[in-house]
Every structure is written in structure tokens, then in C-alpha cells.
């Protein structure tokens, strides 16, 4: 399984997270500790949001090891910004390809995923017959992540996310009910807009891959007064990781089973999930 980190709040270089922390989403792709597998090193992506008012956010992937790209450590070291969505793949049986590569794109929205799709073979025509004509060209890798974001775009997420990605979900477990499939939802998923960030932790067994978001900035000021990270960023700050990003006690709290959290200047919202009939 794959890797993952969500970052909304004061304006941060990649490198901050993506290499510098003690155990970083780049040591992560050698020394993963709670995934099914240890490595990930099935390719890579970051896509990002500027301050300048860019239509859409920028994507930059690559198919090899992120451990041994040195493009991507360039870009890490000179790249600023508020909200950045990062992954490190390990193929559930997709090729290799930089369009299978996460995060996804579609308008301003990025979607990246771990997990997969049980039996997502014996699935993907039934599945892919669901998504929205207009949308289904845009459409460019082979992967179940990909098929889920636009479904989940054919169920409304540019207007009522939440419930866009509880339909998607009802949709893949009647389907796996009709093929005879047993828990075929597995899932950790960020996704965005460039203005608010949301996380899902949902499967079908209620037995979900790790997920943690990090404890409220002005609680952690309190607990380590001497950490000069901490007096940098702004109180809104949140960071949201398939496994913590280094052993500072108390930095980082799990995400419940079937929920979801939101994360906007001003607000965090914490919710059930639930899949919806489709």
C-alpha cells in the first residue's frame, strides 16, 4: 500500500515535511512502519497550491523511487506553499506509469488515495460505466484511485463532497455485492479544493489503513514551549499523514474508523461515514 500527507496552513518549502522530519514521507518510501509493505517505490507525486491565483494547482510526478529522485529533492528545497498534497505509490497491481502516479487533477480539485479496490478487475467495467459521460475522458491512467475521483465527481464532489464520495463508496460495495466480492473497499483519501482540505478513513471490514492528523498548534506550543517550528506557524495549521512523521509525543492523534475530517481557515469538522445507496 501506498503512503500519504495533507498540508493546510501557513506557507511551508516542501522539504519541511517531504525530507527534513526524523521518519518523512521520504523515509516513509524505504522505511514505511504501518503499511502493509515497507516500501513504496512505485513512483511519486506532489501537487500544490500558489499564492498567485493559478486556476489549477501544480503536479509533479515521476515513476521512480522517491528516495532516488533528485529532481524532486530541487523542487522540495525551493517550492513554498500553504496547501500540498504529497504521495508515494506501491502498486496494488497497475503499472508503473506517471499517470498512475497520485495525486489526481481535475479543475482546481486534487484527490490522492491508499488502499484499493478488492478484485478491482473483475469491477472496473461495471464501475467505469457509472461515470459521467463528460467526464470520463479526462480519464488518463489504469488505476482504481483515478476511477474513484471521478466518481466521485460524477456524484457532486465540486458541490457537496462529503456526500459525493459516500455515494461513490455504495456504489463500488453493491457492485463487489452483485460479483460476490467481500469487503471490497479499502480507503484513506485526501482530496481538495485549494481552500479546504478532507481526509476519509472508511473499509468495507471497518479495519482501515492508518491515519493521523496533528494535534492543534496551540496545544503542542504548550506541551514543547522550546520547539521553534511550532512559534512559526500560524494556530489554523494541520497536517494529515498515513503514519506521524516523527515521535514528538502527543503530536498526533488517529483518525477514527468510518469518518471523515474537514480542514478550512477558522474551522476543523469531524464527521461519521457512512456509504450511501446508489
Known amino acids: 500500500m501506498c503512503r500519504w500527507l495533507a498540508y493546510s496552513g501557513t506557507p511551508i518549502l516542501l522539504e519541511e515535511l517531504l525530507y527534513k522530519p526524523e521518519h518523512s514521507l521520504i523515509d516513509q518510501s524505504m522505511h514505511a512502519r504501518l503499511g502493509v509493505g515497507t516500501t513504496n517505490g512505485d513512483g511519486f507525486g506532489v501537487g500544490w497550491y500558489t499564492p498567485n491565483g493559478a486556476a489549477e494547482p501544480t503536479l509533479f510526478r515521476g515513476t521512480g523511487p522517491a528516495w532516488g529522485d533528485e529532481n524532486l529533492r530541487e523542487l522540495a528545497h525551493s517550492v513554498r506553499s500553504g496547501l500540498f498534497l504529497a504521495h508515494i505509490r506501491a502498486s496494488t497491481g497497475t503499472p508503473v506509469q506517471q499517470t498512475n502516479c497520485h495525486p489526481f487533477r481535475h479543475g482546481r480539485w486534487l484527490w490522492l488515495h491508499n488502499g484499493r479496490i478488492r478484485e478491482y478487475s ?21 488505476t482504481d484511485s483515478e476511477l474513484m475521483f471521478y466518481l466521485a465527481l460524477t456524484y457532486g464532489l465540486e458541490t457537496d463532497p462529503v456526500s459525493a464520495v459516500e455515494h461513490m463508496v455504495g456504489l463500488i460495495e453493491e457492485a463487489g455485492r452483485r460479483h460476490g466480492i467481500e469487503n471490497p473497499v479499502q480507503m484513506t483519501v485526501a482530496m481538495t479544493d485549494g481552500e479546504r482540505l478532507w481526509a476519509f478513513r472508511y473499509s468495507t471490514e471497518h479495519n482501515s489503513r492508518s491515519l493521523y492528523c496533528s494535534t492543534a498548534v496551540d496545544t503542542l506550543r504548550t506541551m514543547y514551549p522550546d520547539n521553534p517550528v511550532l512559534q512559526q506557524v500560524s494556530d489554523e495549521t494541520r497536517i494529515v499523514v498515513s ?5 514528538l509525543v502527543g503530536a498526533w492523534q488517529p483518525v477514527a474508523e468510518s469518518s471523515y475530517e474537514l480542514v478550512k ?7 461519521p461515514f457512512q456509504p450511501a445507496p446508489c
Do not use: F, N
Open 122 to 142: 473483475k469491477l472496473k467495467r461495471t464501475l467505469a460505466m457509472s461515470v459521467d459521460p463528460e467526464l470520463y475522458p479526462d480519464i488518463r491512467g489504469s
Open 265 to 271: 481557515p477558522g474551522v476543523g469538522v469531524v464527521g
Open 243 to 247: 503514519e506521524p512523521l516523527g515521535g
